[in-house]
């Protein structure tokens, strides 16, 4: 049977997991947090943020699905696309740096890819230093693209969208519509500090 996004979201939210129960748990903290914004602030209550705020959870969910085929210590899939990047990588120096140096420390390497992932999946859902998670997410996009630009099935253009995307809410950092940093930078927009202020 073939399988449709309608069943594939159902097995998705139902699936017996420790990561489907982290993943439910984000789900309510974003909508948590989009409440008490709304509550906070009259201003939030627009199409607009609400539209932001729909939009970040997705990208957000979409980058948390994506990590967890990447759940240390079993690398098997991380391991294949990256000798991918050996094979297709845009620049001899990517490649040589993920066969010389990535595939040989793996451990090291795969779960800083799989924290680095988990981090922008939680900072979009919940809106939360969202302008340092779609940074990260640029990164990562930027290196996907890059990497897998000539791999045999793969459209660059799947990874420039992402990338377009993320660069989009490092711009416009969308957590500030229902999200943490909404709550955070206050209804006066109070000083939160350089580093705060950058990364919300």
Do not use: C
Request: net charge positive; no cysteine.
């Amino acid at each position: 049977m073939r399988p449709d996004p309608f069943s594939d979201v159902l097995q998705f939210l139902i699936r017996p997991a420790w990561f489907t129960v982290v993943f439910w748990l984000l789900l309510l903290g974003s909508a948590w947090l989009a409440r008490a914004a709304w509550v906070r602030d009259r201003s939030q209550r627009t199409g607009y943020d609400m539209g932001r705020w729909l939009l970040r959870l997705l990208v957000g969910a979409m980058w948390w699905q994506q990590s967890l085929w990447k759940i240390p210590p079993n690398f098997d899939g991380l391991i294949y696309w990256m000798r991918q990047e050996v094979d297709h990588a845009s620049f001899a120096l990517q490649s040589d740096f993920v066969g010389g140096i990535v595939l040989p420390h793996i451990l090291v390497f795969g779960t800083l890819v799989y924290a680095i992932e988990v981090a922008i999946g939680v900072s979009l859902m919940l809106g939360v230093w969202s302008r340092g998670g779609a940074l990260l997410g640029a990164l990562m996009a930027i290196n996907l693209w890059l990497g897998l630009y000539s791999a045999p099935g793969e459209w660059p253009w799947t990874y420039m969208f992402l990338i377009v995307i993320q660069v989009l809410f490092v711009f416009d950092p969308p957590g500030r519509s229902l999200g943490a940093d909404a709550l955070l930078r206050g209804r006066r927009g109070r000083d939160l500090g350089v580093l705060a202020d950058l990364l919300s």
